[in-house]
């Protein structure tokens, strides 16, 4: 039976069998949420032994891309900003565009 006639074979109206589908789906999606929040919770508060070993050296290459992330992003927004404020200089003088783009 296909569900768009499956109201008809329940007797109900389509409104009421629709709404009647939306409460069933929410308290589904409330109690799959509750039960992951519950899971997770477990997972986090239980304590696992860990048998790992940090190289002394990773804490410098983290620090590294860090630096990286940090400069390479100031470099892309200077770059951004110098054109977007050429642009705009362009337009408030009422030159032409052209390609005096800095890179």
Same mark, same amino acid.
């Given at each position: $039976?296909? $569900?768009?006639?499956?109201?008809?074979?329940? +007797?109900?109206?389509?409104? *009421?069998?629709?709404?009647?589908?939306?409460? $069933?789906?929410?308290?589904? $999606?409330?109690?799959?949420?509750?039960? /992951?929040?519950?899971?997770? /919770?477990?997972?986090?508060? /239980? #304590?696992? #032994?860990?048998?790992?070993?940090?190289? #002394?050296?990773? *804490?410098?290459?983290?620090?590294?891309?860090?630096?990286?992330?940090?400069? +390479? +992003?100031?470099?892309?927004?200077?770059?951004?900003?110098?054109?977007?404020?050429?642009?705009?200089?362009? /337009?408030?003088? +009422?030159?032409?565009?052209?390609?005096?783009?800095?890179?």
């Amino acid at each position: $039976m296909a $569900m768009a006639h499956a109201w008809k074979a329940c +007797g109900e109206t389509r409104r *009421g069998f629709e709404s009647r589908l939306h409460r $069933m789906y929410n308290t589904y $999606m409330k109690k799959s949420i509750e039960l /992951v929040t519950i899971l997770i /919770v477990i997972v986090l508060i /239980v #304590p696992k #032994p860990v048998y790992a070993y940090i190289d #002394p050296g990773t *804490g410098s290459y983290v620090f590294q891309i860090i630096l990286a992330a940090i400069f +390479g +992003g100031g470099f892309a927004f200077r770059s951004n900003i110098k054109n977007v404020f050429l642009k705009i200089k362009k /337009v408030i003088s +009422g030159k032409k565009e052209s390609s005096d783009k800095i890179d």
